[in-house]
């Protein structure tokens, strides 16, 4: 005798609007990781989520909306990742868009009008993203490793950050730059983000490099300009995600910090030399403690 519950009678997992838009974006990133971000439609974040597509439409009406927030995300989460900003300065984060509102009307109420799941359900505006998680310093490498601060001093704030830019994940994230700049030609609101997260990024730098010229520790006419002179190089190296085997001379893997160490009035080896040795130190117990920033 059949059941008298079934899959299509089963009660649906009603969510609140900032769930479900979490959900929805973190689908999307992972997506646009994997597979591009051409790969993101409607019917197959809903699809990946078991849901109906007209639910992803509630909250995104038009994909191109979704892909410029899983991209935006993604971005503004590896860059918290590889240079947290203290909050203070040009280059604080607030995650362009995605941290205290919705761009583009991403999550604006629809359909039964009150922006919950279903009819009747609760509404709490714009909701938390994963843009807001709190940043509490640079993660580097191993287990249980602790983390280079923002209030760590601006020399090891940025060696952390160029030890950071190597390994499958920095090269994931470096596929995805590619694939947006190449699609933001022709999708107005991609390329709105695109140029949001490029700002966050040099200002983020500017911020380190400020704080360095401020006591001391770095020489530099125009912080911003060399900001751009760091960013160029590391798209330079970016641009071959794709296609690098892995097998580049230590010279060029240390181009963007011996470009900064040019710039910034550093003796040969100080960034470099560090962000190797940062690297292969996360490995060890208790290693990091050196660059840890302390209360």
Do not use: C
């Not at 490793?145 to 209030?151: D, N, Q």
């Not at 001391?216 to 900001?227: E, H, K, N, S």
């Not at 003796?267 to 290693?287: F, S």
Request: proline residues 6%.
């Amino acid at each position: 005798m059949p059941s008298s519950t079934s899959a299509t009678s089963a009660k649906r997992i009603r969510k609140s609007p900032a769930a479900r838009r979490t959900e929805i974006v973190g689908s999307a990133r992972a997506v646009a990781l994997d597979e591009g971000l051409e790969s993101i439609t409607l019917r197959r974040i809903a699809d990946d989520l078991g849901v109906q597509p007209g639910l992803i439409s509630h909250y995104f009406p038009a994909v191109e909306e979704l892909v410029a927030r899983a991209f935006g995300e993604a971005a503004t989460a590896e860059l918290d990742k590889l240079l947290p900003g203290t909050g203070t300065g040009t280059g604080t984060s607030d995650g362009g868009d995605f941290g205290g509102g919705d761009a583009a009307g991403v999550g604006a109420d629809r359909g039964n009008g009150d922006g919950s799941d279903d009819a009747g359900g609760p509404t709490d505006g714009a909701g938390p993203t994963d843009a807001d998680a709190p940043t509490d310093g640079i993660r580097l490498p191993g287990p249980d490793r602790p983390a280079v601060g923002v209030e760590a001093p601006p020399l090891d704030r940025l060696a952390a950050f160029f030890a950071q830019t190597t390994g499958e994940e920095y090269d994931a994230m470096s596929r995805l730059w590619l694939n947006a700049r190449y699609l933001s030609r022709h999708r107005p609101a991609l390329r709105e983000q695109v140029l949001k997260q490029e700002e966050l990024w040099r200002g983020r730098l500017v911020e380190v490099i400020g704080a360095g010229v401020e006591e001391g520790v770095f020489t530099t006419a125009d912080p911003l300009i060399t900001a751009i002179q760091i960013l160029v190089v590391m798209d330079g190296l970016a641009a071959h995600a794709n296609t690098d085997r892995g097998e580049r001379p230590a010279a060029v893997n240390d181009l963007a910090a011996t470009t900064a160490e040019r710039e910034l009035g550093l003796p040969r080896g100080t960034l470099a030399e560090r962000a190797r040795a940062m690297t292969l130190d996360a490995m060890a117990p208790d290693a990091m403690a050196p660059y840890t920033a302390t209360a």
